[in-house]
């Protein structure tokens, strides 16, 4: 007869690891069964191996659709990891017991939309209710862990004691649960509990003298085998599963993803205190006391930061933690007395010292290892490999990486950045370089996130190298891409990532796009990143001929388009025009040897013709005496003409706009332009000046302060009390009018 004993532990609970130690000492199984898909069988040897220092996760996958796939994290304090290096210290086999990954993939895979699923939930869902924090609240605790010492440890019961008596409470729990049965959950939780009997009931089969199964604790009264139902039963409840095709493997996990906070199911609130009790509670120093040990290691994070915190505080503060445990009728100080304590005594009564301590020591930032035995897609051992030649490996702290493109090794990580970026791996994002204009420098800001794995094991189908794999998938999105702009933008991604093979891909389809391309606005949005992809081309050492010979043929087809597609734009499109004819501008400023005489003819053909939109033709015009083509008298006349009583008063205003887009340098330094806008303004009919002012906030909004400031007195020196020969006063009655309208628009009274 097998002697069955059932360990319902808090998963990543110090307490129940605790517990569990003591239970498999008392025990001696011949078995030890875990709560986990059978499929980590394969995997759970690897937990011996000296390499492997938690926090890490298991990580099952769908061979075939890598975005289907859980993490099953474990820390130094789980349970479960307790369990299993105390069967690896005796050379106890360890099993895992629970629904296959292979049927709940398939099972996933037949919902909708699981192709536009974000990747990998960070545990299985659902996921039960935290039963001992329920039991914990019950009993007047905020933390579930400090019950469990309180209620549970400080009792010093035998091991297997506590344990009946938790799974007796979670008993009861569940017979109130009056939840439906075709629940989705609750379908889920039969499904599992179902494959975990079955599983168990074959372990028994064998003739094993004593099995211990180590189950979260929501599980532990349906497995007893005294209550099992038929293996009827339980066949049918799994009868006719789906099953998938799946890999499992090791990956680094983090402190911070332990949290429960970031979505993780089963997570936990505290992982660096959990790691603090359950070292404290290993411990061979009888002498230390948890919470004075916790409070120094809160000091020496508060004076890394440069803030004080003396001895004398520190004592001082576990008084405080030791009364208000007291107070609040608990045998000893928790989590919530400790910071309590230490905001009152060492941080001066401040949360901000306090959400420091929280983010540095509560949660903390340790990021395990895994040993390189772990099985692993080539992709991945790569991506190891390439990050151990740059000297550039993954951590959980957030971290500012400068990189100095002159220098090779350094040039060598950006590469490798821009190429996950393609591939979706997003280890870095760009940040702000600081004030330098140069083009030798980048910033990244780098976080790695465990699930970035599933990314890796995700980008693998597209090759086994990460330059291989990235220059396939950049091929496969030129073949989708929706725009030109897109493409130009996707040619330049494989400038800095140095994909020669990736530049010829979109060449190709861009090529072949652009041939066939109708309209101008695409054309335009297309010359930027062209540019930008022949100038810096040589810098990197990439052949940009192809490039070249394309942008070349857009910017001929786009000036040839351009005064036709100008005509009869509305509102909406004469923003679009406007916008796009600016990024070709600056597009073609990026190349000094490429001839704009075309580009010029056409913008003279916009600027000069009555039919085009007002912002599209003042653009023109103000591009073209940037240029130095047009005379500023010959603006001055445009000008006037566009601003006469002739021309309806918005679309001067949008003309006006166009011209002065940008910078305030026309109106500040050229007094009869200055002057013209002025008289303009004062001469607005009232019925149409409501609808003007909108579009000449607009304008003026744009200008600095100071150069707001410059216009302001400009005209009002013009405009002010005669204070010598030809200067016209003003006229205070007069303005009233505008006074009272000016006032409307500030919501102010204005008075007669």
Same mark, same amino acid.
């Given at each position: ?56 996760? !298991? ?27 105390? @069967? ?10 629970? *629904? ?30 935290? #039963?001992?924090?329920? %039991? !914990? ?49 609750? #379908? ?48 049918? #409840? ?68 440069? *803030? ?16 208000? @445990? ?9 989590? &919530? ?13 401040? =949360? ?37 030649? %740059? ?22 990580? =950006? ?30 800001? *780098? ?59 979109? #060449? ?6 652009? !041939?066939?391309?109708?309209?101008? /606005? ?24 192809? /490039?070249?010979?394309?942008?070349? &043929? ?12 100008? @005509?009869?734009?509305? +509102? ?30 056409? %913008? ?10 007002? =912002? ?35 679309? @001067? ?27 303009? /303004? !004062? ?6 000046? +409501? ?62």
């Amino acid at each position: 007869m097998t002697d069955v004993h059932v360990l319902g532990i808090r998963h990543h609970g110090p307490g129940s690891a605790r517990s569990v130690a003591e239970a498999l000492a008392t025990l001696r199984p011949d078995l030890v069964l875990i709560e986990g898909p059978p499929e980590l069988e394969q995997v759970v040897p690897l937990v011996s191996d000296p390499a492997m220092v938690p926090p890490v996760a !298991a990580l099952i996958y769908a061979a075939d659709q890598p975005r289907l796939a859980s993490f099953y994290p474990l820390a130094e304090f789980s349970p479960e990891w307790v369990a299993i290096q105390w @069967a690896a210290s005796t050379g106890t086999p360890v099993r895992t017991i629970d *629904l296959p990954a292979a049927n709940s993939f398939a099972l996933q895979a037949t919902a909708p939309d699981v192709e536009d699923a974000e990747p990998a939930a960070p545990a299985q869902q659902p996921y039960r209710p935290d #039963v001992i924090a329920m %039991l !914990a609240q019950a009993a007047g605790y905020s933390d579930a862990e400090r019950w469990w010492e309180d209620a549970v440890e400080h009792r010093h019961t035998d091991p297997l004691d506590r344990f009946a008596a938790i799974t007796e409470a979670i008993a009861e729990i569940r017979a109130v649960d009056d939840r439906p049965a075709d629940a989705p959950d609750v #379908v889920e939780n039969n499904r599992r509990e179902a494959a975990m009997r079955r599983l168990l009931r074959a372990a028994m089969r064998e003739g094993h003298a004593r099995i211990a199964v180590v189950c979260g604790a929501y599980h532990a009264p349906a497995l007893m085998p005294a209550d099992f139902p038929p293996a009827s039963a339980d066949n049918k #409840v799994l009868a006719g599963l789906p099953k998938a095709k799946v890999a499992v493997t090791w990956v680094p996990w983090t402190s911070d993803r332990l949290r429960l906070q970031t979505g993780y199911g089963a997570g936990v609130t505290a992982p660096g205190w959990y790691q603090h009790l359950f070292a404290h509670w290993t411990s061979k120093d009888s002498t230390a006391d948890v919470a004075t040990t916790w409070l120094v290691r809160v000091a020496q994070t508060l004076r890394r930061e440069k *803030l004080d915190a003396s001895t004398a505080s520190v004592v001082e503060a576990s008084r405080m933690a030791n009364a208000l @445990a007291a107070v609040r009728g608990r045998p000893s100080p928790g989590l &919530a007395e400790l910071d309590d304590a230490a905001q009152a005594v060492l941080c001066d009564g401040s =949360s901000l010292p306090l959400a420091l301590v929280h983010r540095e020591l509560t949660v903390g930032h340790d990021l395990g290892t895994v040993p390189d035995s772990a099985p692993t897609v080539p992709l991945a051992a790569d991506l190891a490999a390439t990050q151990r030649r %740059l000297r550039l490996q993954p951590s959980a702290l957030e971290e500012l990486l400068t990189i100095d493109l002159r220098k090779p090794t350094q040039l060598a990580r =950006s590469v490798l950045l821009h190429r996950l970026a393609l591939l979706g791996v997003n280890w870095g994002t760009p940040a702000d370089t600081g004030r330098t204009k140069g083009t030798f420098k980048e910033a990244w800001t *780098l976080l790695w996130q465990p699930e970035l794995a599933v990314a890796v094991v995700d980008a693998s189908r597209y090759g086994t190298t990460i330059a291989a794999a990235a220059a396939t998938c950049v091929a496969e999105r030129a073949q989708v891409a929706g725009s030109l702009a897109d493409l130009s933008e996707l040619l330049a991604s494989c400038l800095l990532a140095d994909l020669p093979d990736g530049i010829s891909a979109v #060449v190709s389809v861009l090529a072949e796009r652009t !041939a066939v391309q109708q309209d101008v /606005v695409p054309l335009l949005e297309t010359v930027a990143p062209l540019a930008r992809t022949c100038r810096y081309g040589n810098v990197r050492g990439v052949d940009v001929t192809g /490039v070249q010979r394309i942008l070349d &043929a857009t910017v001929v087809r786009a000036c040839v388009g351009l005064p036709t597609a100008c @005509a009869g734009l509305d +509102d909406a499109a004469a923003t679009a025009m406007r916008r796009a004819i600016d990024s070709a501008q600056y597009g073609l400023s990026l190349l000094p040897e490429l001839s704009l005489d075309d580009w010029h003819r056409a %913008l003279a053909a916009v600027a000069g013709s009555d039919r085009i939109h007002g =912002s599209v033709a003042g653009r023109a015009t103000r591009l073209l005496m940037d240029a130095g083509l047009v005379e500023r008298d010959e603006v001055a006349a445009r000008l006037s003409r566009r601003l006469s009583v002739a021309t309806p008063a918005p679309e @001067a205003a949008a003309w006006l706009d166009g011209l002065l887009s940008g910078d305030a340098v026309l109106l500040i330094h050229d007094q009869h332009l200055l002057q013209l806008v002025d008289d303009w /303004v !004062a001469g607005v009919r009232d019925e149409v000046f +409501d609808d003007v002012l909108p579009l000449l906030r607009r304008t003026f909004s744009a200008f600095s302060r100071p150069e707001r400031r410059e216009i302001g007195e400009q005209v009002s020196r013009g405009r002010g009390p005669a204070e010598g020969p030809g200067e016209t006063p003003l006229d205070i009655r007069g303005a009233g009018p505008a006074i009272r309208a000016m006032a409307g628009y500030l919501g102010w009274e204005a008075i007669a």
